[in-house]
């Protein structure tokens, strides 16, 4: 075994030389089995020049950075002088080991010697070692001291050569398999992956135990098989009509000795004729099914590249061999199990209701595997040439991602026209029959708020809500220098982004599974993500949101305002968020912690639901009465004639009415003329908006309607009056306005701070509208959703009638 003398190293960085760049296969591990946890502290052991510490630091991590080479920490001191967060410390760990390592709250002189650490206060989450294990002259002492060092649930990161890819004249630099296996020893958890031809490991707990085995032949237990997923230039898989009258994928046992990439490439050629590369054959999972008294074990192995005829070689076996569209899966009536399980493990969603199997991943860098028909392409045109027809991709880079990311693959389980109908999302997960709880927004919205980010090449943004096909847009528009981290709570739907994106993604998409309402505190960028776009309803502004976001970036984000909902963008300047855009539009609700239930109060025997959207409950106390009694109408004069926009009036409303709710009830109810309606609550009493046609046309277009106020309860008229107003102010001074400037204050951010305008409470935020002439501040008592009064609107007539 070859040391390097300690003076070479001073040697080495003196004369400006460095070691290989840390890779993005590298930081893309690191993010996701290491992400930082709040407060997060990492050691980098043999750091360099700086460049992983660096990296740590843009993680979340605060870092200690140690080398013993003092040219080592010149250079990174001078080179990431900008760099808060990082402390550049210089020690020997084979001299004197850990224990002058400084605690949290130390300095760094510059020089940390080898003195103790009393306080015991030196604790990390992570310590890394890159490119520098196979230095250490005593590897086995020196990582189980840095593993005393670990709090609980902390990891060593260990990144490496291997000789299998490293030239023999720089052996010493690599470490061999048996060097390798050495190093896991004594860890409970031991993961390891590649990264462009290094080893990762991932090393976690104290085993604290060992074992002692002997040498034997067991029962057998088990039955494992590969299973190959092959597709062809269109896109479609490989099945095989058994004589059994099933379909399966090309696949079999696995021999002794055969590697299970070996073996699929084997049953392929000898099953289909078709040959392919070992080195083009990747192990994507491998299942377990122990449903059955016999174990089955498949590993699914990807074959990205092949060569050959299709021809039926085994015709004892099967029928006949065919390619077959993704979305068509679901319907080929009988497949063969381990097949199916295979098949949705490549292709999450395209045979739903399987029952489960345990899953392994292998994370390896499987390359993306190309292949579509010319529908798609066709397609996708036609859906970007609408889109931009319509004026919702202005931006060039939008323009070009909607014409190049091929959507239909994000979606595998659908048509390919239903993937490129520009109007319509496709679900991909439900909740329960008819309950959306993620999927593929409608073209034209994702283009919209993916131009109102105003992304320049280059850039990182971050996606809350994840599914594949958004972020690869994105990723597409900030190009190779870019990177898109995407966060979700469902690991499904992480799980399906990632292997989705694997398929048929640029590399540049991070999934990370957690709730997004807290953003991605592991992978947030020196300075901040430029970007942040929010794929689900959000009924209040996350603090991790603005405080993750740079300084100028925007937030475009789908913002509930009294159950009406718009995507935002807003631009973050200090601690504030200023609005800059606003789009109809309406999106799944968030399932995470900030997730809240409406407060509904049901009415006439269930007939009639309140929703107080805006979250504060109201007193429905007396309305069961009123609804008993007459009900009286007020027209507003406020007359429009066919397809008309009011969408402002609804967040108008919301926001300047006191008392704010809105009712549903079922189609054809008696007691309320619109379905879903906005109201006002208050004093036993109710007031709701509707449409009555005061016109009939042959047309749709030469018909008209009248805005009306129906109202019911003692104090009904005084409310239908000020409903009334509400309609007459919007259209007199807010109609031809559109949208209202606001601004998003942090929650307990002082009256006499906020700017004039009608203020919206939310738990975590307070929102501040301004509209054309509401130019004072409307806070507490006189706020939307409390109690209050809003302005009377003289001179209106009230027509009394029944509640027929």
Same mark, same amino acid.
């Given at each position: 075994?070859?040391?390097?003398?300690?003076?070479?190293?001073?040697?080495?960085?003196?004369?400006?030389?460095?070691?290989?760049?840390?890779?993005?296969?590298?930081?893309?591990?690191?993010?996701?089995?290491?992400?930082?946890?709040?407060?997060?502290?990492?050691?980098?052991?043999?750091?360099?020049?700086?460049?992983?510490?660096?990296?740590?630091?843009?993680?979340?991590?605060?870092?200690?950075?140690?080398?013993?080479?003092?040219?080592?920490?010149?250079?990174?001191?001078? &080179?990431?002088?900008?760099?808060?967060?990082? +402390?550049?410390?210089?020690?020997?760990?084979?001299?004197?080991?850990?224990?002058?390592?400084?605690?949290?709250?130390?300095?760094?002189?510059?020089?940390?010697?080898?003195?103790?650490?009393?306080?015991?206060?030196?604790?990390?989450?992570?310590?890394?070692?890159?490119?520098?294990?196979?230095?250490?002259?005593?590897?086995?002492?020196?990582?189980?001291?840095?593993?005393?060092?670990?709090?609980?649930?902390?990891?060593?990161?260990?990144?490496?050569?291997?000789?299998?890819?490293?030239?023999?004249?720089?052996?010493?630099?690599?470490?061999?398999?048996?060097?390798?296996?050495?190093?896991?020893?004594?860890?409970?958890?031991?993961?390891?992956?590649?990264?462009?031809?290094?080893?990762?490991?991932?090393?976690?707990?104290?085993?604290?135990?060992?074992?002692?085995?002997?040498?034997?032949?067991?029962?057998?237990?088990?039955?494992?098989?590969?299973?190959?997923?092959?597709?062809?230039?269109?896109?479609?898989?490989?099945?095989?009509?058994?004589?059994?009258?099933?379909?399966?994928?090309?696949?079999?046992?696995?021999?002794?000795?055969?590697?299970?990439?070996?073996?699929?490439?084997?049953?392929?050629?000898?099953?289909?004729?078709?040959?392919?590369?070992?080195?083009?054959?990747?192990?994507?999972? =491998?299942?377990?099914?122990?449903?059955?008294?016999? +174990?089955?074990?498949?590993?699914?192995?990807?074959?990205?590249?092949?060569?050959?005829?299709?021809?039926?070689?085994?015709?004892?076996?099967?029928?006949?061999?065919?390619?077959?569209? $993704?979305?068509?899966?679901?319907?080929?009536?009988?497949?063969?199990?381990?097949?199916?399980?295979?098949?949705?493990?490549?292709?999450?969603?395209?045979?739903?209701?399987?029952?489960?199997?345990?899953? !392994?991943?292998?994370?390896?860098?499987?390359?993306?595997?190309?292949?579509?028909?010319?529908?798609?392409?066709?397609?996708?045109?036609?859906?970007?040439?609408?889109?931009?027809?319509?004026?919702?991709?202005?931006?060039?880079? =939008?323009?070009?991602?909607?014409?190049?990311?091929?959507?239909?693959?994000?979606?595998?389980? =659908?048509?390919?026209?239903?993937?490129?109908?520009?109007?319509?999302?496709?679900?991909?997960?439900?909740?329960?029959?008819?309950?959306?709880?993620?999927?593929?927004?409608?073209?034209?919205?994702?283009?919209?708020?993916?131009?109102?980010?105003?992304?320049?090449?280059?850039?990182?943004?971050?996606?809350?809500?994840?599914?594949?096909?958004?972020?690869?847009?994105?990723?597409?528009?900030?190009?190779?220098?870019?990177?898109?981290?995407?966060?979700?709570?469902?690991?499904?739907?992480?799980?399906?982004?990632?292997?989705?994106?694997?398929?048929?993604?640029?590399?540049?998409?991070?999934?990370?599974?957690?709730?997004?309402?807290?953003?991605?505190?592991?992978?947030?960028?020196?300075?901040?993500?430029?970007?942040?776009?929010?794929?689900?309803?959000?009924?209040?502004?996350?603090?991790?949101?603005?405080?993750?976001?740079?300084?100028?970036?925007?937030?475009?984000?789908?913002? &509930?305002?009294?159950?009406?909902?718009?995507?935002?963008?807003?631009?973050?300047?200090?601690?504030?968020?200023?609005?800059?855009?606003?789009?109809?539009?309406?999106?799944?609700?968030?399932?995470?912690?900030?997730?809240?239930?409406?407060?509904?109060?049901?009415?006439?025997?269930?007939?009639?639901?309140?929703?107080?959207?805006?979250?504060?409950?109201?007193?429905?106390?007396?309305?069961?009465?009123?609804?008993?009694?007459?009900?009286?109408?007020?027209?507003?004069?406020?007359?429009?004639?066919?397809?008309?926009?009011?969408?402002?009036?609804?967040?108008?409303?919301?926001?300047?009415?006191?008392?704010?709710?809105?009712?549903?009830?079922?189609?054809?109810?008696?007691?309320?003329?619109?379905?879903?309606?906005?109201?006002? =609550?208050?004093?036993?009493?109710?007031?709701?908006?509707? $449409?009555?046609?005061?016109?009939?046309?042959?047309?749709?277009?030469?018909?008209?309607?009248?805005?009306?106020?129906?109202?019911?309860?003692?104090?009904?008229?005084?409310?239908?009056?000020?409903?009334?107003?509400?309609?007459?102010?919007?259209?007199?001074?807010?109609?031809?306005?559109? !949208?209202?400037?606001?601004?998003?204050?942090?929650?307990?951010?002082?009256?006499?701070?906020?700017?004039?305008?009608?203020?919206?409470?939310?738990?975590?935020?307070?929102?501040?509208?301004?509209?054309?002439?509401?130019?004072?501040?409307?806070?507490?008592?006189?706020?939307?959703?409390?109690?209050?009064?809003?302005?009377?609107?003289?001179?209106?007539?009230?027509?009394?009638?029944?509640?027929?």
């Amino acid at each position: 075994m070859r040391q390097v003398r300690k003076e070479a190293w001073q040697e080495h960085y003196e004369g400006g030389r460095g070691f290989r760049p840390l890779g993005d296969a590298e930081r893309a591990l690191l993010a996701e089995h290491v992400p930082a946890p709040e407060g997060g502290r990492a050691l980098d052991a043999g750091c360099g020049t700086g460049e992983l510490a660096v990296a740590l630091v843009g993680m979340g991590y605060r870092v200690d950075a140690v080398d013993f080479a003092e040219g080592a920490l010149v250079r990174a001191r001078a &080179e990431h002088a900008t760099v808060r967060g990082v +402390r550049w410390l210089r020690l020997d760990l084979d001299q004197c080991g850990l224990p002058g390592l400084p605690g949290p709250a130390d300095g760094d002189d510059g020089d940390n010697g080898c003195e103790g650490d009393e306080g015991g206060e030196g604790r990390y989450d992570l310590v890394t070692l890159r490119l520098s294990v196979a230095f250490l002259r005593d590897r086995s002492s020196v990582l189980r001291a840095l593993r005393a060092r670990l709090r609980e649930g902390g990891a060593i990161v260990v990144i490496t050569p291997v000789v299998e890819h490293t030239p023999p004249d720089k052996r010493h630099i690599a470490l061999d398999e048996n060097e390798l296996s050495s190093i896991t020893d004594g860890f409970e958890e031991a993961l390891r992956f590649e990264a462009d031809g290094l080893a990762v490991l991932v090393l976690r707990g104290a085993d604290g135990s060992f074992t002692a085995v002997e040498k034997g032949r067991p029962n057998p237990q088990a039955v494992a098989g590969a299973a190959a997923v092959v597709t062809d230039a269109a896109g479609r898989v490989l099945l095989g009509r058994s004589v059994k009258g099933m379909w399966e994928l090309p696949g079999g046992r696995i021999e002794a000795g055969e590697s299970a990439q070996a073996a699929a490439v084997r049953e392929l050629a000898e099953e289909t004729g078709l040959t392919a590369r070992v080195e083009d054959a990747h192990v994507i999972t =491998v299942l377990h099914d122990d449903r059955l008294d016999m +174990r089955r074990i498949s590993p699914v192995v990807r074959v990205t590249e092949w060569d050959g005829e299709l021809t039926l070689r085994e015709p004892d076996k099967f029928v006949r061999w065919e390619w077959h569209p $993704l979305h068509t899966l679901a319907t080929l009536g009988t497949i063969f199990m381990p097949s199916a399980q295979s098949l949705n493990a490549v292709f999450p969603g395209v045979l739903p209701g399987l029952p489960p199997v345990h899953s !392994y991943p292998c994370v390896s860098a499987v390359p993306p595997v190309p292949g579509e028909p010319a529908e798609a392409a066709r397609l996708r045109e036609r859906m970007a040439d609408r889109v931009i027809h319509e004026g919702w991709a202005p931006c060039a880079r =939008v323009r070009a991602a909607l014409r190049a990311v091929p959507r239909h693959r994000f979606v595998p389980e =659908v048509p390919l026209t239903a993937a490129y109908r520009d109007d319509h999302a496709v679900v991909t997960v439900r909740e329960a029959p008819g309950t959306a709880v993620s999927s593929v927004s409608a073209a034209w919205l994702q283009a919209d708020m993916a131009g109102q980010l105003r992304l320049e090449p280059g850039m990182n943004v971050l996606e809350v809500g994840s599914g594949g096909y958004n972020a690869e847009l994105l990723a597409h528009i900030v190009g190779e220098r870019g990177r898109v981290v995407t966060v979700d709570l469902d690991p499904y739907v992480v799980h399906r982004t990632r292997r989705l994106c694997a398929e048929a993604g640029s590399g540049r998409v991070t999934a990370v599974l957690g709730d997004g309402g807290g953003g991605a505190p592991a992978h947030v960028p020196a300075g901040g993500f430029d970007g942040i776009i929010i794929t689900h309803t959000a009924t209040d502004i996350a603090p991790a949101w603005r405080d993750q976001l740079a300084e100028g970036g925007r937030l475009v984000v789908p913002l &509930e305002i009294g159950g009406y909902t718009r995507s935002v963008t807003l631009v973050r300047r200090g601690d504030t968020l200023h609005a800059e855009h606003w789009t109809y539009c309406g999106f799944v609700r968030d399932r995470g912690a900030a997730a809240r239930a409406v407060p509904v109060d049901r009415l006439a025997d269930g007939a009639v639901a309140v929703r107080w959207e805006n979250g504060v409950p109201g007193d429905t106390g007396g309305l069961d009465d009123a609804l008993c009694g007459p009900r009286h109408e007020l027209a507003t004069g406020l007359v429009v004639s066919g397809r008309f926009n009011f969408e402002t009036l609804q967040i108008f409303a919301a926001s300047t009415l006191a008392g704010f709710c809105r009712l549903t009830v079922p189609d054809g109810s008696e007691l309320v003329a619109q379905r879903d309606a906005a109201a006002v =609550v208050a004093d036993g009493s109710l007031a709701y908006l509707t $449409l009555v046609k005061v016109h009939e046309a042959p047309e749709p277009a030469g018909s008209r309607h009248e805005f009306y106020i129906h109202a019911y309860g003692p104090a009904g008229p005084e409310l239908a009056r000020r409903f009334a107003a509400c309609v007459r102010t919007w259209d007199r001074d807010v109609r031809a306005s559109g !949208y209202p400037s606001m601004s998003v204050h942090p929650g307990g951010t002082p009256d006499d701070h906020l700017p004039p305008g009608d203020v919206l409470e939310k738990p975590a935020s307070r929102l501040v509208l301004g509209w054309p002439g509401r130019g004072v501040r409307v806070t507490g008592q006189d706020a939307p959703g409390v109690r209050g009064t809003a302005p009377d609107a003289p001179g209106e007539t009230v027509v009394v009638g029944q509640n027929t």
